[in-house]
RNA sequence: GAUUCCGUAGCUCAGUUGGCAGAGCAAGCGACUUUUAAUCGCUAGGUCCUGGGUUCGAGCCCCAGCGGAAUCACCA
């Protein structure tokens, strides 16, 4: 037999006929024993502890004491929380309390009561049974909103209901918007039905859920639980939604390019590899649309754009994980110059509509002004006011280092100072890049979106060489909060030079990486029918959306971050 | 992949030198017509992540594994 010995039967003067209905209930429907079962079905059963086994007790009682389905149907006419509470009239419930208390001197008098109503529907996250009042909390995605109820106001049944209710089930409440005592704007519910019994333990009242793990893993928990994970939810989608207004505004088409491909192409990443059955084809999920992107001009649209997910099979931390969105953008005849600016207006606009939606909940925020929103960031407040800073890669080398990069001795010496010992093997530009990112990148203030430009060439294999240097690639990488939020090239249409740039690219790769690298001969060939001269971009979404919402990882801008499976035990092992 | 830290009741967390497993909230029963983390009384609730080892004795010490977080590497 099942475990419920923790629920007692017998030897304890406190319990009443409705808790061993409760059990009887319990037993006779929820747990149904079967001497041939095998020990995987009890065990099943046995996992549900003594609160599951109170929630299902209660079930059972709603439906065969009561004869209550607590699994609810289509309802009609409801209001959200917050909505609600708007609906609140002062004077109506000043003039409903005065007739009431009028009533109580004269039982004569009139009952005045103006006070608007509204059906409410949400989530049970506190609940107090005073005796003959019961008060509740009720969560939706626009908030709170207390349900009070008064047992002369209500049915019998109804309020026995209301009185057992718990933590996680899922109500409509209907009736006045009114006042407690204390202030409270409430609904002064007359009709109450459950839609939804929770079956599951609940969350902390007081601490929400915090484990960061339970958090990732039952994220429809969270929700619930720590209403800033739907506020963030919701910033998101709004962000998004923003790019593309911005983006359809300047006549950029949106379009959508294979996910997965047979050539992992447009980046350096290691991708992750599929199959496809029917073809028996190996396939790769992109690691970035570029290529496909670029194929849209050579047809013959001047202005496209993407955003969805790449899939790069790498680390996992707080600003990167395996399937992330990004937006990429092409523009034919356009250049870094034209891009720089497209990636300075985007940004702008969506601080300034996120500072406008920070400001609607709390006015009193000192965020900056409308032309120089000032959003925070953890301990920063990144100021996103335009010109974002500008600075050239060289410039901002040696006012880092105190030296050129040209002074190629004086470089290889910081370089072995940074503890590398490969150093001598290494090409100049290489070790330039090495020194740049460990000396000169840390410099750039967090709180200054800021531009670097004009990258060397020898690191900018897929990028245009400038057209008085060739030495440098027409080349832009945007830093914010300290993050790379995305690159932004003059993209190269010389097909003989793609080409044996894309040559020189496969010499350096090692046998690993020569399994997903090769050349991609349609694209050269797509480049040889023409593609116009173009500026590109690709932006990380997710890190926008990081920076916007002020998140601590990137786990928190996503619905679903990947999480390693708990049950997946030894089976790597043999 | 490396290093460090973490894993104890449904949730949030204590746990002393290795000596009977703890609290608050949540849960069950009772009281309460204006609560606000309601309050008051009673009751129940544990695979101390898993598996080994040391020890008379392990939540605690050692080894291995699993999961998570941070930092690093890869990368965006």
Request: aromatic letters at 8%.
């Amino acid at each position: 037999m099942p475990r419920i010995s923790t629920l007692r039967t017998s030897g304890s003067g406190s319990n009443t006929w409705w808790t061993t209905s409760f059990l009887r209930s319990f037993s006779a429907e929820s747990v149904q024993f079967d001497p041939m079962s095998n020990g995987t079905q009890e065990e099943q059963v046995q996992d549900e502890g003594e609160l599951v086994a109170a929630r299902r007790a209660k079930l059972a009682w709603l439906r065969d004491e009561l004869g209550v389905e607590p699994f609810g149907r289509h309802v009609e006419g409801l209001t959200s929380l917050a909505d609600a509470r708007a609906r609140f009239d002062e004077a109506a419930d000043v003039a409903h309390e005065a007739s009431v208390a009028a009533r109580k001197e004269d039982e004569s008098a009139p009952l005045v009561d103006d006070r608007p109503s509204a059906r409410v529907a949400g989530r049970i996250v506190q609940h107090r049974d005073c005796g003959k009042l019961v008060f509740m909390v009720l969560r939706d995605d626009t908030g709170d909103l207390q349900v009070s109820i008064s047992k002369a106001d209500m049915a019998p049944e109804q309020f026995k209901v209301a009185k057992k209710l718990d933590y996680g089930d899922i109500v409509v409440a209907s009736g006045p918007v009114g006042r407690t005592r204390r202030g409270e704007i409430c609904v002064w519910a007359s009709e109450l039905e459950i839609h939804c019994k929770s079956l599951a333990p609940p969350p902390g009242k007081h601490h929400g859920l915090s484990d960061p793990e339970a958090r990732y893993r039952r994220r429809y928990v969270d929700m619930y639980a720590n209403p800033e994970t739907i506020r963030t939810i919701k910033a998101r989608s709004r962000i998004v939604s923003r790019i593309r207004t911005f983006m359809e505004g300047r006549d950029y088409l949106e379009v959508e390019t294979p996910m997965m491909q047979p050539m992992a192409g447009g980046a350096a990443a290691r991708p992750f590899v599929t199959h496809h059955n029917a073809l028996d084809l190996d396939l790769f999920m992109r690691i970035a649309p570029e290529l496909y992107l670029k194929r849209l001009l050579v047809g013959g649209l001047p202005r496209v754009y993407e955003i969805n997910r790449n899939f790069r099979n790498e680390g996992i931390d707080r600003s990167h994980n395996p399937e992330f969105t990004s937006m990429e953008v092409y523009e034919a005849f356009g250049n870094y110059e034209t891009i720089m600016e497209l990636t300075e207006s985007l940004i702008h606009e969506l601080a300034v509509a996120m500072r406008e939606d920070l400001l609607a909940l709390e006015p009193e925020r000192d965020l900056g002004t409308a032309e120089e929103p000032i959003l925070p960031y953890g301990d920063l407040r990144i100021n996103y006011g335009r010109p974002f800073r500008r600075v050239r890669y060289h410039d901002l080398f040696e006012a880092a280092l105190g030296f050129p990069a040209s002074d190629i001795e004086r470089v290889r010496a910081a370089a072995r100072e940074l503890g590398r010992d490969d150093i001598d093997e290494l090409d100049d530009a290489l070790v330039v890049n090495l020194v740049f990112e460990e000396r000169a990148e840390p410099t750039i203030d967090p709180a200054e979106p800021t531009f670097v430009l004009d990258y060397p060439s020898a690191i900018s294999p897929l990028t245009r060489p400038h057209r008085d240097d060739p030495s440098i690639a027409e080349r832009v990488d945007i830093f914010i909060g300290g993050m790379e939020i995305g690159p932004a090239y003059t993209e190269l249409n010389d097909p003989d030079i793609q080409l044996s740039k894309f040559t020189e690219q496969l010499r350096g790769v090692d046998d690993e990486e020569s399994t997903f690298r090769s050349l991609d001969e349609e694209f050269l060939d797509a480049l040889r029918v023409g593609m116009p001269p173009a500026g590109g971009l690709g932006l990380g979404i997710d890190r926008i959306v990081i920076l916007l919402t002020d998140s601590a990882s990137i786990r928190d801008v996503i619905l679903f971050p990947l999480m390693r499976p708990v049950d997946a035990v030894d089976e790597a092992d043999g």
